[in-house]
C-alpha cells in the first residue's frame, strides 16, 4: 500500500473508533467483553498502520 491508502486507512480507522464508542456507550454495552475486545482490535489496526507509515518514513 501507498503512503497516502495508510494514511487514508488510519483516518477511517478513527472515525471509525469514534462512531463505535457512541454507538456503544448509547446501547449501554461499554461493559460488555465483545464490545470492549472489538474497540481493542480497531485500536491494535490502527497502530499496526503507524508501525508501517513510521517504516516508510524512516
Known amino acids: 500500500m501507498s ?3 495508510l494514511r487514508d486507512a488510519r483516518r477511517f480507522l478513527m472515525d471509525l473508533h469514534f462512531i463505535q464508542a457512541n454507538a456503544i456507550v448509547a446501547a449501554q454495552l461499554q461493559d460488555n467483553k ?3 475486545e472489538y474497540m481493542k482490535r480497531i485500536a491494535q489496526v490502527r497502530e499496526a ?3 508501517e ?3 516508510k518514513n524512516s
Open 3 to 5: 503512503t497516502d491508502d
Open 34 to 36: 465483545n464490545a470492549i
Open 49 to 51: 498502520i503507524d508501525a
Open 53 to 55: 507509515l513510521k517504516g
